[in-house]
């Protein structure tokens, strides 16, 4: 009988996080949703990116003095064309129980720029 919940459990954890991309899997030119709200900070008012939202990654960089990866994406549906965010902290549960973190934030022409530490690059994002 516990093996049979252990296994149950495993199958619930892997869904959870089975839909999820890995950020070195992200291709450019493709569009990816969403599997997390994201909470941004304007000067006046918190935005919030709701889960399931659509995102093309256009631009993928390596910013080897700062040690990161810079992931741009055009934010569809987006009416927020002169808005700008704060960098944003976005802390990711992983399958292993461990956490990373991303910088996040929403410059004007409703781009999202995303900074990936160079160790983070194997973990799960919140896309899919």
């Known amino acids: 009988m516990k093996f049979i919940l252990f296994v149950l459990t495993l199958c619930a954890v892997q869904s959870l996080w089975g839909s999820s991309l890995v950020w070195k899997q992200q291709e450019t030119k493709t569009i990816y949703k969403t599997t997390k709200a994201l909470e941004l900070q304007t000067k006046h008012k918190k935005l919030i990116i709701p889960i399931g939202a659509n995102f093309e990654l256009y631009e993928k960089s390596k910013l080897n003095m700062i040690k990161v990866y810079l992931y741009k994406y055009k934010f569809s549906k987006c009416d927020l064309v002169n808005t700008e965010t704060d960098l944003e902290l976005i ?29 983070d690059y194997n973990t799960t994002s919140f896309f899919k």
């Not at 802390?91 to 160790?119: H, M, R, W, Y």
């Open 91 to 119: 802390n990711l549960a992983q399958p292993n129980g461990s956490t990373s973190s991303v910088g996040v934030n929403l410059s004007k022409g409703c781009n999202v720029e995303v900074f990936v530490d160079f160790d």
